[in-house]
């Protein structure tokens, strides 16, 4: 048996980008390949850490004529086991955290181009200083990186208002799995010469490229209000936030036990005594009689409320981590608005059943999009049984078994339930022709 640090690989990917950006120790590599929910834990060979795009596709050229798998990783803050290697691959993990330069924010268009390993938290910055501000925001800012986001195709809690994180992106530096790069940075609002390959790769899981940089777009902010109001269905949540159509910035739902459980761990207070509270931030402002029909109803008075309120949404699932036992189950699924309320009770009424505890939904109200999360104590087929019942009900609905989180490892058997046998043909068609080899990201995505 080959020892890890007599593989022959390690020496030449030494040579590429230093010893000191090579981590092979186990304690130097525990928190690379465990994710961030603690469900998804596997094995590398080492860990790399490239500053440069050259380095980047020399490691690739590296690893793939060795043919040995490489999992690109930005801030590992992704949900879905993507960002980890499966257990026995050993696979190489390609962190893109040092690649986080940023460059001047154009006054004029408000575009700037950043490195992949830059966080979402330090690009807001950058783009406040500079008088505009990202169109897509989400809890793990602080981890999260650009070149992870966009190749999740991350969602959050301005979808509703300016879309996901493809529509913020106007051009990618990619390196291939030969090693070739490939760069379509000029920012031009109009290129109709083939194949969109920017936005192919948007979503694609770090299964057809490792992106380097990205030119985004950014936006003016924009004043707006922030109501928090109580309900009893998820009917009569849509009815609020409806009201505000159009002028819609963000639209977030959340049910009793996630709410609940935030109040616990932080001490903010709960608002309303009802099953359900909606947080609705709406641009033009909030007239008092667009509210009067309402009997519980609040306006954030000020940036504390609006912080406290904000963390009744966004504290769930670091509560639930904090409160809760067992094994944690999290799905990300969407339906069209009119079934939401329907599958809200499908999904509760499925769940209440024994060696099922702690099931909460919330999400992001108006984009269909419900994160749906349990423990159970053990996890094994049985409890894979649940995860698959729920994906089921939800595909039976028109919904997608993951919003915007991505399938990473988690759904990988479960992709035929979101998508036709036509559509995976094609997917593993353009597969097979940007990475002959299957060495990135193996086991995402497909299985096999
Ligand atoms: C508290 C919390 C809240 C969250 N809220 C939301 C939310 O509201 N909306 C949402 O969409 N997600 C949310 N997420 C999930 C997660 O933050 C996003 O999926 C995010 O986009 C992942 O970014 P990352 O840099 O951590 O990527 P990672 O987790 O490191 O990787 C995610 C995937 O992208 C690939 N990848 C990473 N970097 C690159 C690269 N440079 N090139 C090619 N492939 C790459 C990986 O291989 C993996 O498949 C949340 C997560 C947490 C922990």
Partial sequence: MILIQEHPLVGQLVNAIGAEHVLRAPDLMAAYVVDWTGRYCGDALCVVRPGTVEQVSSILHTCNIAGVGVVPQGGNTGLVGGSVPAPGSGAVVLSLTRLNSMGPVDPVTGQVSVGAGVTLAALNAHAKAAGWVFGVDLAARDSATIGGMV?????????VGNGMMRKQVLGIEAVLATGEVIRSMSGLAKNNTG??????LC???????????????LIRPRDTELIIAGCDSVEAALMIASRFAGRLAAAEI????GIDSVSRVTGITVPFPTPFHVLVEVTGGVSAD?????EHVTLAMDARDRENYWALR????EAMAVECTGVSHKLDISVPLADLDTVYREITTYLDQPGVRDVVLFGHLMDGNFHVFFTTDTDGSHEEALDIAVLELVAAHGGSISAEHGVGH????HLHLSRSAGEISAMRGIKAALDPKGILNPGVLFTH
């Fill in 314 to 317: 966004e504290r769930i699932t």
């Fill in 195 to 200: 194949y969109d390959l920017t936005q192919l």
């Fill in 254 to 257: 959340m049910d009793r036990g």
């Fill in 290 to 294: 667009s509210l009067e029909d309402l």
């Fill in 151 to 159: 190749a999740t195709n991350a969602g959050g809690i301005h979808v």
């Fill in 410 to 413: 988690m759904k990988a058997d």
């Fill in 203 to 217: 979503g694609s899981e770090g299964t057809l490229g490792v992106i380097t940089e990205v030119s985004l777009q």
